[in-house]
C-alpha cells in the first residue's frame, strides 16, 4: 500500500517550474495553486491583465491534487433549508449558482480542452442510509419540482440505488444526471499548462511570507524573491495556515481532515457489479461517505483522522465502511490511501471578498469546491476588475474571524462526535 494519491500516481507531468527568486512585476498576484487561483488566473489573463501566482508548495498540493474528483451543483446546505432562513430568491439563487459552478469547470474544461481531466457527467446519486435521510431527498425533490419547475434531480427507489451503485443498503436516493467525476490532479494540471503555455508566470515552492502595501502597491515576500503588485488574490483555503500572511484567512475556516482509500484491481466479475451505472455516489450520512469507480478500482472516501496527520485508525474505518457498502470488498486490498483538509465554515457555505481595498479572497468550500472554486476564481477576476458579481449568500460581508479559533480543536471533536451520534441514531 502506498500512501501516495492514486491521482498522483496516474496523473499527467506537470508543467516544469521554478521558485520565485529576484524581483517581479504584475497586475495581481495570486497566493495559492489550486483551482481557484488557477482559475482566477485564467480569467485575469483573458481580460487582458497579467496575473501571477505563487505557490508555497507544488502545484495543486492543497485539496485540489488530493480530492475525489466528485462534480456536483449542490452545496452542503439544502435549498429548502436555504429558503426557510432567507427567502424563496435567496435560495433559487443559490440553486443557480450550483448549477453556474458546474457549467464553469465544463466551460474551463472543454475551451482549454483538457482531456487528462476525463470530464464525465454520468450523474450523482445522493444514497439515504436510513428512513429519516430518505424523507430529506424527497422534500429536495419537492423543492426543487415546486420552486424551478424542473427536475433537476429526482428520487428513485431503493431498487434502482441497488441497480445503479451495486449496494443494497440504501433505502433509496436522489438522482442529479448534471453531475460527475474528474481526474482531479490532471484537472489542475491542464489550467496550470494552459497558463503557462500563455506566459503566465507561476512559482512553487515560494511561501507568501509576507503582503504588506506601500505606495499605492502589494508587495508579497517570499524567502528568495519579491512581487509588487496592483492587487493580490488569497487563494489559499483549507491550507491557510502555512505562513502567517494569511492568518486572518484561517482564522476563518475550521479544517477538517477528509480521507480517500482506493482498492487494488478489482476482478472483472466484481467490478461489473459496482457503481455499474456510471455515477458517482455519497451518501447522506452528516459524516458522509462517497464512492466512484475509477478504472478498475473502487475509491472510497470519508471523514479522516483529526489533526495534522493521517492516522491508521481513520483508515482502518474507511476500510470497514467499504465493506458494509459493498460486502464483496470486506478485507479486499487497499493500494492508496490518502488525505487532505477540507475548509468548513461556520454557516457551510464558501465565501468570496475583499479584506481591503486591494486584497481579494474566496475560501471555505466545505469539501464541494471541485467546481465552485472554478466558478470563484472567475468571479475573482471580476472583483478584481472592479465589475459587479452577484454572490448573494456567498458574498464576504459577514465572513469574519472566528472568535477564540486557537481553541477550535476540541469544538470541532465535539461537533464530529454529536454528528456521527446522531447518524449512529438515524436522525
Ligand atoms: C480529501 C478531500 C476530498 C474532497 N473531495 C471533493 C469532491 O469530491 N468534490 C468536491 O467538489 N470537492 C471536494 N473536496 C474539496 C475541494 O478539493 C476543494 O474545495 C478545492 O480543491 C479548493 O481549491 P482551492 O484552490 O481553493 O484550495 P487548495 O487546492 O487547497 O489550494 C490552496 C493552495 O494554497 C497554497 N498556499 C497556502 N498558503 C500559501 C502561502 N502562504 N503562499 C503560497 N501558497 C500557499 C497551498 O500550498 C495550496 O496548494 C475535497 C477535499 C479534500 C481534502
Given at each position: 500500500m502506498t500512501a501516495k494519491s492514486l491521482w498522483a500516481a496516474t496523473a499527467q507531468p506537470a508543467p516544469a517550474l521554478q521558485s520565485l527568486q529576484g524581483e517581479r512585476q504584475c497586475d495581481v498576484v495570486i497566493i495559492g495553486a489550486g483551482y481557484t487561483g488557477l482559475s482566477a488566473a485564467h480569467h485575469i489573463a483573458a481580460s487582458g491583465r497579467e496575473p501571477l501566482i505563487l505557490e508555497a508548495n507544488t502545484l495543486a498540493w492543497g485539496a485540489s491534487g488530493r480530492n475525489g474528483g466528485v462534480v456536483s451543483p449542490?452545496?452542503?446546505?439544502g435549498f429548502a433549508a436555504l429558503m426557510q432562513r432567507f427567502d424563496r430568491d435567496t435560495a433559487l439563487h443559490m440553486y443557480r449558482t450550483g448549477y453556474a459552478a458546474v457549467d464553469s469547470l465544463v466551460e474551463m474544461i472543454e475551451s482549454l480542452g483538457i482531456a487528462g481531466a476525463q470530464l464525465h457527467m454520468g450523474g450523482h446519486i445522493a444514497a439515504a442510509h436510513n428512513e429519516h435521510a430518505l424523507g430529506g431527498l424527497q422534500s429536495t425533490a419537492n423543492w426543487i419540482k415546486r420552486e424551478t419547475g424542473g427536475e433537476s434531480s429526482r428520487m428513485i427507489s431503493a431498487e434502482q440505488v441497488r441497480e445503479m451503485t451495486g449496494s443494497t443498503i440504501f433505502h433509496g436516493g436522489l438522482l442529479t444526471p448534471k453531475a460527475g467525476g474528474i481526474h482531479p490532479l490532471n484537472y489542475a494540471r491542464g489550467m496550470a499548462s494552459s497558463l503557462n503555455e500563455r506566459g503566465v508566470k507561476m512559482f512553487i515552492n515560494s511561501p507568501a511570507e509576507q503582503v504588506r502595501q506601500e505606495g499605492g502597491r502589494v508587495i508579497v515576500q517570499t524567502p528568495q524573491g519579491r512581487v509588487s503588485a496592483r492587487q493580490v488574490v488569497y487563494a489559499?483555503?483549507?491550507?491557510?495556515?502555512?505562513?502567517?500572511?494569511t492568518d486572518t484567512l484561517h482564522r476563518r475556516l475550521i479544517p477538517f481532515r477528509s480521507a480517500i482509500i482506493a482498492t487494488e484491481p478489482l476482478p472483472a466479475h466484481v467490478l461489473a457489479g459496482i457503481m455499474p451505472g456510471g455515477q458517482v455516489c455519497g451518501d447522506t450520512k452528516r459524516m458522509l461517505r462517497w464512492f466512484r469507480v475509477i478504472g478498475d478500482r473502487l475509491i472510497f472516501g470519508g471523514r479522516g483522522a483529526f489533526g495534522k496527520h493521517d492516522s491508521d485508525s481513520a483508515f482502518r474505518t474507511l476500510h470497514r465502511s467499504m465493506g458494509e457498502v459493498f460486502p464483496a470488498l470486506r478485507d479486499f486490498p487497499i493500494a492508496f490511501r490518502w488525505s487532505g483538509l477540507v475548509a468548513m465554515t461556520l454557516d457551510y457555505l464558501p465565501h468570496a471578498g475583499q479584506l481591503d481595498e486591494r486584497s481579494f479572497y474566496a475560501i471555505g468550500y466545505n469539501g464541494g469546491g471541485v467546481a465552485m472554486s472554478t466558478y470563484m476564481g472567475k468571479q475573482l477576476a471580476a472583483m478584481t476588475a472592479g465589475e459587479p458579481v452577484q454572490l448573494g449568500l456567498l458574498a464576504g460581508e459577514t465572513f469574519k474571524p472566528i472568535p477564540l479559533?486557537?481553541?477550535?480543536a476540541p469544538g470541532v471533536r465535539l461537533a464530529a462526535g454529536w454528528q456521527q451520534l446522531l447518524d449512529a441514531i438515524g436522525r
Open positions: 449542490k452545496f452542503r446546505v489559499t483555503n483549507g491550507y491557510s495556515d502555512q505562513t502567517r500572511a479559533h486557537a481553541f477550535r
